[in-house]
């Protein structure tokens, strides 16, 4: 049995799979038509705002939502290769939340480093709360 993992552990090994997106390449990506996905709870959307463009997904329902092969998919879950960018509150629900994207085969899932806080300090755009 192999000794327990705490949640930094475990970031850094999931985040070693894939290449995190710094908000500029973040909004690149979301510019050249990658998904951005705001997972971040009710609260905080409206205390902060929102990303403009960005689908709002809760946390519990992101792996229905944006399975390709789902009943119950967005629309803009229309294949294994879409790329996915997920935005949490500071960059760390995010990561998770990329890699069980990965596990259901979205191989271009990632997430926002720094989450929707580094994307406002960038001064990329948002919407009043």
Do not use: K
């Not at 259901?104 to 406002?120: S, V, Y």
């Amino acid at each position: 049995m192999s000794a327990p993992t705490g949640i930094d552990e475990l970031l850094e090994r999931v985040r070693a799979g894939y290449t995190r997106l710094t908000p500029r390449e973040a909004y690149a990506a979301s510019r050249a038509g990658a998904l951005l996905v705001d997972i971040r709870y009710q609260a905080l959307r409206e205390r902060d705002g929102l990303i403009p463009g960005a689908v709002v997904i809760e946390r519990n329902e992101l792996e229905w939502r944006l399975d390709p092969r789902g009943s119950h998919r967005i629309p803009q879950a229309t294949g294994h290769d879409l790329q996915v960018v997920v935005v949490c509150n500071e960059g760390y629900a995010s990561s998770l939340a990329a890699v069980s994207l990965h596990a259901l085969g979205l191989r271009r899932a990632t997430d926002l480093t720094g989450g929707f806080q580094a994307w406002r300090a960038s001064g990329l755009p948002t919407t009043a709360p």
